[in-house]
């Protein structure tokens, strides 16, 4: 998550003051170069399965320094938002942890994806919220302060809402082992976000400092991510490719219109509407694909490198939509 995204103050129309303007130019480079990143990414872990192959065994690791980050971009009133909007925030949740899970089952059976895909596919819907989805919202002039909280819910009740939706949806295509995946979502999730967030409160001056170059570390690891995982199934892309990118669109997709929805039919103002949107439709898929990676085979962690990629440049997009297009006043309720 960028911090930038949290300081938009400015008022509908009025512009924005120096700071945030810099910090929005900031936000909109990340976007475009981290599509670019993952693509080169994608393309060496292919061309070069060799090298990146063997680091496989690091990606628990290098997951968490991602969360790491996330943690340090956190903050008291970030959870305090929580216990102002519980409805919108209860809504974020349930929307996503029922949307994306429940349209990756139905887009693996529609497009009778052979076992290891489905469960890849079905693993990213039960996924959190990703860590660029408040960068999103920010650029589509969306509900900043509730696509935090969001995501940082959805990401503490991850290590146990994420291995019961696995197990409950994907059971009948492969064996799971949900207490595996606690245990990994705990250790590579939950404990370095933790740790990211005491450090922001002890550290606080130190981290300040290193505050900007978060976005990009993280984009890096992740990219790095991607190259790994990419290498691991290199000589299955060519079969399985075409109709994994098709089943990422379609899942990511639904994922940004119902996610939408969902706040409107929640009677959510439109700025609320634009966040959930991106809460629901961007998944952590560098989770994804560490636990397919060490729960499944390669080829399972294929659909989360490939959405990594797709979800950033959709995101972008829309976003890019949405901030061109007026707010709608619509009360929301708290």
């Not at 996924?127 to 940082?152: E, I, Q, R, W, Y």
């Not at 404990?191 to 984009?219: C, H, I, Q």
Request: contains cysteine.
């Amino acid at each position: 998550m960028l911090e930038a995204t949290k300081s938009q103050k400015s008022p509908e129309g009025a512009p924005l003051n120096p700071a945030l303007a810099a910090e929005s130019r900031i936000a909109r480079v990340a976007v475009t170069v981290f599509p670019l990143l993952v693509v080169a990414a994608g393309i060496a872990g292919y061309l070069l399965p060799g090298t990146f192959k063997p680091m496989g065994a690091a990606v628990p690791f290098l997951l968490g320094i991602i969360m790491f980050c996330m943690g340090l971009t956190l903050t008291p009133p970030d959870f305090a938002a929580v216990a102002k909007r519980p409805w919108a925030v209860a809504l974020g949740i349930v929307a996503h942890y029922v949307i994306m899970p429940g349209a990756g089952w139905l887009i693996a059976n529609a497009l009778n994806l052979e076992p290891e895909l489905a469960v890849g596919l079905i693993l990213v819907g039960c996924a959190p919220s990703g860590t660029a989805s408040n960068v999103m919202a920010f650029l589509a002039k969306g509900d900043v302060a509730l696509s935090v909280a969001v995501a940082s819910v959805s990401t503490l009740i991850a290590p146990i809402v994420t291995p019961l939706l696995v197990l409950f949806l994907a059971g009948s295509y492969l064996n799971i082992d949900a207490g595996g995946m606690v245990v990994d979502i705990l250790n590579t999730v939950l404990l370095p976000v933790v740790a990211g967030l005491l450090a922001r409160l002890f550290l606080k001056k130190l981290v300040d400092k290193v505050l900007p170059a978060l976005p990009w570390a993280s984009a890096v690891v992740i990219s790095l991510i991607v190259a790994i995982v990419v290498a691991g199934s290199a000589s299955k892309i060519v079969a399985a490719g075409g109709i994994v990118f098709l089943a990422v669109v379609l899942h990511n997709g639904f994922g940004l219109g119902l996610g939408y929805l969902a706040g409107k039919l929640g009677r959510l103002d439109d700025k609320a509407r634009r966040a959930l949107a991106f809460e629901v439709g961007m998944q952590n898929s560098g989770l994804a694909a560490t636990l397919a990676t060490a729960h499944f085979s390669p080829l399972a962690a294929l659909p989360s490198a490939v959405f990594s990629l797709w979800h950033n440049i959709s995101g972008a997009i829309v976003a890019a939509w949405l901030a061109r297009r007026p707010l709608k006043d619509t009360p929301a309720p708290q």
